[in-house]
């Protein structure tokens, strides 16, 4: 039971570059989340979905585009990456709003020159 | 807009104290609370989930609590090991909102 993969796991981009960064679940989680975790500012949220074909800003959306074509991937955007982007992301799934945990993946560290 | 807050920060104990960790939250509209360990360079992993109808909840040497209409959770951990240096996380999953919000975390150090 792989739970919340995150790849790419470290990724160095130049200023101004694109990626994606991809989240699956094999879990059949209904929601899914998008956090960034900076030191001293703890996790904050930047985009969430609640289903297949649906997305939600969070806290800090500015940037970041996501997509949810498929129920078990939650894709996460850079379209020019910058400096303050330097972080690292997290992804989380949940099984819907029932009293159930929050599961998280391993990180992806991204460094923007 | 929810708050966190976890206090103490930072934490240094010799091992087989017994130890309390604080969160307070400024909206009591949650559904649960979740309290998470994060290694350092690692992910999240969930110790305890404490729904909004219980008081609290047990897992081995850890025990969770919930007041809501105080707005405070704290973590009890019983006879701290070095293994347990880590940082604590708590996060309220807010009512109707999907969300859960995070607190900065209490960085704890066992010393051995």
């Known amino acids: 039971n792989a739970g919340v993969t995150q790849t790419p796991k470290f990724r160095v981009l130049k200023t101004g570059q694109s990626m994606t960064l991809l989240c699956a679940q094999d879990m059949n989680h209904e929601y899914m989340y998008w956090y960034r975790q900076d030191p001293g500012m703890g996790l904050r949220l930047i985009h969430y979905s609640v289903g297949e074909g649906t997305t939600a800003k969070g806290e800090v959306p500015d940037g970041y585009n996501v997509s949810r074509l498929k129920k078990q991937n939650f894709l996460l955007g850079l379209e020019s990456a910058a400096p303050s982007q330097t972080s690292v992301y997290f992804c989380?799934?949940?099984?819907?709003?029932?009293?159930?945990?929050?599961?998280f993946g391993q990180g992806t560290r991204l460094t923007v020159v | 807009k929810q708050e966190v807050t976890q206090i103490p920060a930072a934490l240094s104990v010799p091992e087989g104290e017994n130890l309390v960790l604080n969160c307070s939250f400024t909206?009591?509209?949650?559904?649960?609370l979740q309290w998470f360990r994060q290694d350092p360079g690692k992910g999240l992993t969930s110790l305890l989930l404490?729904?909004?109808?219980?008081r609290e909840q047990t897992s081995g040497r850890l025990n969770a609590s919930l007041d809501k209409s105080s707005g405070r959770s704290t973590l009890y951990i019983a006879a701290s090991q070095p293994g347990d240096s880590a940082t604590y996380l708590c996060a309220p999953w807010m009512d109707s909102s999907y969300k859960l919000i995070f607190g900065s975390g209490t960085r704890l150090l066992v010393r051995p």
């Open positions: 909206d009591s509209a949650i559904y649960n």
């Open positions: 989380a799934s949940k099984p819907d709003s029932s009293n159930t945990e929050a599961f």
């Open positions: 404490i729904q909004s109808s219980q």
